[in-house]
Each structure stands twice: as C-alpha cells, then as structure tokens.
C-alpha cells in the first residue's frame, strides 16, 4: 500500500529537523490554519490532521480551470501539496462521541494543537482550550480565527480577502483613485500563518521554562490591521498620508513602476541616495540632469518628479525590464523587473540558484515542485515529506501505532462511525 | 570579562507577568527591513537590544511623521518600542568589542548587514559562534547572501517587484500595485522571527546554534505562493492582476451598496446556497437558483460575470451595514471595504480592547494574537538613539567607566 510510503515520508523525512520530536494537532482547513503544521512537518515535526468527509476542505474541492466537468481531484490541488505536504491524515466524524474521545487522546501525546475554524466550534465539538487542556495541561494550542474568539463579531465566516477589506489594507493599498485594491493570493492567511507559529513557538518556549501550556487566541483582522503599522497610526491621528500615487510616504525619489516594452512589462526603481541619482542619470544619458544643482537632492526631485518620471519611463519603454535591471543595477542603483511566476521559475537565476524551487514527492503525481519553504536554516534545513494524501490516508498509523489501537478496535470504530476508512478506489469523487 | 547582570525585564517588578519570551536576549543590528523581527521579539517580552550607528538608525526618517512633528517618524516608533538602543560605530575596534561581547551574552542576533560586512570586521557568525555555540544567528537580506543577485541593490519596492506579489495585486489596466506600507520587510521578519525561533528550540535542545540566511525576496514571494509555481506547473496559467475578486474563487469582489462597497467571497457549496437564497428573497431572480451553479466555485467559473450583476442587483438595495450583518446572520462571507480610519469605530476591535495608547498619546496597534498566560508588552517606550548606553555598557557589560568616557571622546559609541 502507499500508505508505508506516505507514512515513512510524512512521519521521518526530515528526521534531522530542527523541530523533531514535537507533536502537532491539527483540526484545520484551507490555508491560515494548515500552513502552520506544513512548515513544522517540514522541520521535523510530527504533525497529524483531522479531517472529515462530511465537511471536506475546499482545497480539496480543486479541479483544473479548463476541465469541461470541474472534476475534483482532492490530493492533487497544488495548494494542497503547498499547505499540507509531509502530514498523517486521519479522518474522525467529530459529531460523535467516540470521535470527539479519540481527538482527546491525540491532544493528550500533543505539544501543540492548532485549529482555524470559526470561533465557539471547536467549544461546541468538546474539543476547546478548557476541554483539552484538562487532558494535557501542557498543551499550547493556537486558534486563527477571522475575528478572534471573544466579541460581538466571534464566529462572523471570512476568507483571507474578506481581512484584506475588513481590515482597511485594501482600501489603503494600490493607486489612490481605486477604493479597494487586492492582490490575488489572500496575504492575510499566509501572514497570519507565520505570526500564529511565532505565537506557538513563543508559547513553547515558556513552556519549557514553566512547564505550562497556554491558549493562543489570533484574529486574522487584528493581525491584518497590525501590518498596516504606521499608516494605521497615522489615519486614526487623523493625518493624511503621503501624496504619491502609491500612497506611499516618499523616502526615495523617483520611486516607482516604469512601463517597459513588452506586454504588460514593468520596471520597477527605487533611487535611495544622490550616488544612485548620479547613477542613474549616467545610464540614461542624462548629463543635464546630472548637472542640475536643483535635482541633487531627493526632495528637489521631487518638486520635478513628473519631468523625471517622463524621462525614466522614456528610456524604458524600449527596453525590457531585465535588460534594464541589469543596466541599472551594474551602475549601483535599485532597480528590478516586476516579475511574474514564469520569470521567476524559468529566467530568475537568483530563486532558481538558491533552491527556492523544491521538489516534493507525490503519492499519485510522482513528484510535484513547489516554492520552498525560505526559512534559511543552515544547519538543520526544511524539507518536505510526501504531499497528495486522500482523506484518512494515515487511519492505521495514527490510530493504531500512535494510539495504540488494535485492527479489531479500529474495525469497531469504523462501525460506530467515529472513525472514516479511506476511499479506496473511490476516493476523489467522494469526497467532494 | 563581562559580569552577568540582570536585564531590566528580570529586574523589573517582580509581581507583573512576564512576557512568553523573558529571558531571552536579542540583539538587532537591523536596518528598516529588520525591525519588524526584533519587534515581534520584543513585544513577547525578549530583552531586544538595538545597535544603531552613532546618527541613529536612518529609519528614524521614515515618513509619515507623527503629528508632533518629530523624529522618530511613525515607521520607526511602530517597530521599536520596548527595545533598548545603543549606538555602536563598528569602524571603532573599541566599539567592535563591545558588539561581540554584547552577541556573546545573547540566545539571537538579528542582522541585515551586506555580505561580508560582518566577516571583514571579525564579527561574523563563525568568529562570534566560537564564543557563543548556542548562538542563533539570523540574516535578513533583500536577495539572501548567495546568489548572483545577492548584492543587488534594493527596496521594500525592488524586493515586492522580484517577489511576483506586484505583478497580481490591483487592476489589469493599471500598473502593478503594491499594498500599503513595507510589506516586504513585513514577510521577510515574519518569516525570520519563525526561523529564528525554530532555530533557538533546536539549540536549546542540542546546545547548538547556527546561521539563518533570509531572503526578503524569497519571503514575499511564498507569502504569495497561491500565484506560484506549484499552480502554475499545474494549469500553465500565469496569474496576473484581475481586479478585487479572487480569479479561483466564484463570486468574490466588490459590490455596490446604497453607502459603499461590501465584499464578498464564496468557497464553500453551502455560502453559495445561502447566498442564491437571499438574492432570491430579495430581488425575486429565479434564475440564480439554478444547480448548474452550485457545487464548488470551480462550477461557476464560467458565470462570473452574470452572478455578478445578480449580487449587485441585492446589494444595491442595502446599506453596507445591512448587507455585512444580515449577510453573516446567514452565514455569507460578507465584510465592510472599510479605510484605516474606519478601524477607530469598528465595534468588535473596541470589545476587544485591540488598540494600545503609545508614550506619545497616538494609538497604536495592539497585539497580532493573545496568548492566555503571557502578556503582549507592545506598545512601550520608543528609544532614543544610545539611551542605553550607559546602562548596557557600565551596568551590564561591565565596561568601567574610564573606558567608556573614552570611547566616546573617540567617538566609537
């Protein structure tokens, strides 16, 4: 069976990791919650999530945009190999009581649980900070919710740009004529993630001080609202912010995003000090700039930024942006191609040359690239275990070498229900 | 050659709870793209020490300014409240002393320093681990440290240009959009607070530290890895800017109220129901009740655009207000498009106690997450530059004070 397969990689690939050793619980699903348990999978941890078919993950819900029948293919979405690569599944119907007792038991051998569903269902479930923590009082568990666990709005539903909007980035964000600007990869969930598992390591660490677990309560719109720092300060101050097209305040002058030749093709140029000013005027041949006693500093530019402006997007718009880049760059000034993911998987040396790219194993797909996880550790580097389970891929391992459970005590659970067997041959359709 | 003395967190009143991270000692030699770590260190109680040249840190300019008008701008007082400064020219060997016996009393050292910078001044990781084995130490770089880019020059603008988000962020007919404030240097220190914390649970179970080397570029770029590669090598569709809606998920955007835009996002088989039947209520459309709309957005794909005119032809109907509470009564992923300004009457940030009040009067963002017996600590003083000299380099490195009048007169600190 690819179950030996899945579990010696999910459970031992990366032995080594700096995080080895550890247990992870995971009741989760979509990205702000699982991307927590894959970068810890990824470290070395053991890390087990429990699903059910009766409330499938939407990631699971994945079809190719061009399949005329939107068939789904639960294992083989690549955003599930991204937010769940090197995990033991295991599926529990959480609505009855012996499923409820087997989650207890997997939170009792746990250091650390982690949940994002909406704010009171893991109470209602008997699977909460009270319940739990009486099983294993050293347990830290994080809860990412939308809106956080307490207040008039707990248990309100939202997605990643749900936050990107409640929380006033939107509307901060992009050019100022546009009332809500969006970017296409929900950025509150994967930052949440990261500020969820510094909060988890956090706990841990006073953990291994006091011997005590604790509750990590995370609301996405807070951690959201956070990101916008000093321009959230400022508008409650009741000050306007800075003037220029991005809204953003200016610290370097010119600053911005020059259309190049091409399709949609974008310089974008930071000029940061009067030595790349000089540099800059160098490699557009501009000596009467260079020249001009009023556009030495930056803030004489940016009396003049419209005429600057002009002349910078002059000289790009007949070039590309990497051969403007690398002109630039060659005269020491901060200039970069707005990338997209083709130029950055197959013309970026600098990603490609630093393994940004990893291969993942796949249990039906061979093996799948996805971005690596950057963590920069020297000595004890992340790697992915094994990516595409089904829905209760690991029943037996976590069940019966974790828990302990006999076949038989397994084949009367499946019975009772509170535990799901896998698919079999069916799975995929089913468990949409 | 240094006495070990209390911090001024152990030091400080000894009833208060202390912060998840007391104890732990960082040092933060760290320009605009490094602060954001420290910070989250600090705010956990960390006794977080920032080394700035003798001029201060450049990122004390950083616009907008407070209302008062002075320096440090408020870039600079979000990011470093709670932390101690000392000002270090580490040209100065004197000065480069007192750096390395600062890092070797510390658990991390956060740095953004060029290549090189670091090795050629005798403070780079190998010189510093040999004092200090358990030494995490943790770089954080616009490109990483190696690489035939590693010495590009760089800004938070460069690095989210590199990182593929500006290329799917805003509208297709405008140019590349970048979301507001330094969300670069927001990624890159999320993620290098993570590493930096998986690195000191492994040195404190093994006695060894090591080297963390942080792309920003990197950072930012799996931060928007829904439009990477994995999908990318998966359907050859290179994403690209397409507006307020998500282009994977149907419907999501922006709809029209009668005072304002509501936003909306549909996932789940189930929000589509309960959606379908409320504009149905609402407007009489029979049509939207239509199966060949239901099921997972991938299902509706191809209708984007008509269940779209049928969302607004409701929304048009309600205020924001109406339409964001009755909508999530019904279980519907709907929310306000609301400014930052907005944020100063939200009601469920006011339950929660979420702003703090700085030193400065202004409020400030409150915690990112709760923990339930540790307290967040942000929001405290903002130093100024080498307010902490004395008190770190007599008090605590033990420096006397003969040395230390010295030191300045050569202006090394």
């Not at chain 1, 305040?249 to 190049?260: I, M, N, T």
Request: glycine content about 12%.
């Amino acid at each position: 069976m690819s179950a030996d397969v899945s579990v010696k990689n999910a459970a031992t690939k990366n032995a080594a990791g700096a995080l080895a050793g550890l247990r992870v619980l995971e009741f989760t699903s979509a990205m702000a919650g699982p991307w927590v348990g894959r970068i810890m999978a990824a470290c070395g941890a053991e890390v087990v999530r429990v699903e059910s078919r009766d409330f499938p993950d939407v990631v699971r819900g994945y079809s190719r945009p061009d399949d005329p029948e939107h068939v789904p293919r639960p294992g083989e979405s690549p955003w599930f190999t991204d937010w769940n690569a090197g995990k033991l599944f295991v599926a529990l119907d959480l609505r009855r009581p012996r499923g409820v007792e087997l989650a207890v038991k997997l939170a009792a051998r746990a250091d650390v649980v982690v949940e994002n569903h909406a704010a009171g269902v893991m109470d209602r479930l008997g699977l909460g900070w009270q319940q739990l923590s009486a099983a294993n009082p050293r347990l830290v568990m994080l809860s990412s919710s939308g809106y956080g666990a307490t207040g008039p709005a707990a248990g309100y539903v939202s997605w990643g740009p749900n936050i990107m909007a409640l929380s006033g980035m939107a509307a901060a964000s992009g050019f100022a004529e546009r009332e809500c600007t969006m970017d296409q990869y929900a950025f509150p969930d994967p930052m949440t993630a990261l500020h969820g598992l510094f909060a988890v390591m956090s706990a841990l660490e006073h953990r291994r001080q006091t011997g005590r677990g604790q509750y990590v309560d995370l609301s996405q719109f807070e951690c959201t609202a956070g990101l916008a720092g000093e321009l959230l300060v400022d508008a409650l101050a009741g000050l306007s912010v800075g003037a220029t097209p991005s809204r953003q305040p200016a610290s370097a002058c010119p600053e911005g995003v020059y259309r190049c030749s091409g399709e949609d093709r974008w310089l974008a140029l930071s000029v940061q000090d009067d030595g790349q000013w000089a540099g800059l005027c160098r490699v557009l041949g501009r000596s009467a700039w260079l020249a001009d006693a009023g556009l030495v500093r930056a803030d004489g530019r940016l009396e003049r930024a419209n005429e600057i402006n002009e002349g910078i997007s002059d000289w790009t718009a007949e070039r590309s942006p990497f051969e403007a880049s690398e002109q630039l760059q060659a005269a020491g000034v901060a200039a970069a191609p707005v990338q997209n993911v083709d130029d950055q998987y197959h013309h970026d040396p600098q990603l490609r040359g630093r393994g940004f790219f990893e291969l993942v194993e796949h249990l039906t797909l061979g093996t799948v690239t996805a971005c690596a996880l950057p963590l920069g550790l020297g000595d004890t580097p992340a790697a992915s275990g094994v990516a595409g389970a089904a829905v209760a891929e690991h029943n037996d391992y976590v069940l019966g070498e974790l828990l302990g459970l006999s076949a038989a005590d397994i084949a009367e659970l499946e019975r009772d229900g509170a535990v799901q067997p896998p698919a079999g041959n069916e799975k995929g359709s089913n468990d949409q | 050659m240094f006495r070990g003395v209390a911090t001024a967190a152990e030091s400080g009143s000894g009833k208060a709870a202390q912060g998840a991270l007391a104890g732990t000692r960082v040092i933060e030699l760290a320009d605009e793209s490094g602060c954001y770590c420290g910070k989250l260190f600090a705010d956990m109680g960390a006794d977080v020490v920032k080394v700035e040249p003798l001029g201060g840190d450049p990122a004390r300019g950083i616009n907008p300014r407070a209302p008062d008008g002075n320096e440090p701008g408020l870039f600079f007082r979000c990011n470093n409240s709670g932390k101690r400064s000392v000002t270090l020219d580490l040209e100065h060997a004197g000065a480069r002393e007192l750096f390395a016996g600062l890092v070797a009393r510390a658990d991390l050292l956060i740095e953004t320093t060029p290549a090189g910078y670091l090795d050629q001044r005798g403070l780079g990781y190998g010189q510093q681990s040999q004092a200090n084995p358990a030494l995490v130490a943790c770089s954080i770089t616009p490109h990483g440290r190696s690489g035939p880019r590693a010495r590009w020059k760089a800004s938070a603008l460069t690095v989210e240009a590199m990182s593929g988000s500006m290329h799917v962020t805003g509208y297709a007919e405008d140019p590349p959009g970048r979301l507001a404030g330094r969300q670069a240097w927001t990624a890159a220190g999320s993620w290098a607070a993570v590493s930096s914390m998986i690195a000191l649970w492994h040195a404190r179970n093994t006695g060894r530290g090591q080297w963390i080397d942080i792309s920003a570029t990197e950072c930012l770029a799996s931060v928007a890895h829904i439009t990477g590669v994995g999908k990318y090598l998966d359907d050859g569709i290179v994403p690209r800017r397409s507006g307020p809606g998500l282009f994977a998920s149907v419907p999501s955007g922006t709809y029209r109220c009668t005072d304002g835009l509501v936003y909306l996002m549909v996932n789940r088989p189930s929000h589509w129901k309960a959606l379908a039947a409320w504009i149905n209520e609402t407007t009489g459309n029979k049509e939207v009740l239509d199966p060949m709309f239901e099921g997972a957005s991938s299902a509706r794909l191809p209708h984007r655009e008509l269940l779209d005119i049928f969302i607004n032809e409701m929304t048009a109907s309600f205020t924001v207000d109406q339409v964001y509470r009755e909508g999530q009564r019904r279980r519907i992923a709907f929310s306000p498009v609301n400014t930052l300004a907005d944020l100063a009457g939200d009601e469920q940030l006011a339950a929660r106690g979420y702003f703090v009040e700085g030193e400065d009067g202004l409020r400030y963002p409150g915690a990112p997450f709760r923990h339930s017996a540790t307290p967040w600590q942000g929001g405290g003083h903002v130093p100024a530059a080498g307010e902490h000299n004395r008190e770190l380099l007599l008090g605590e490195l033990g420096l006397d004070a003969e040395r230390f009048e010295r030191l300045v007169a050569e202006g090394a600190l």
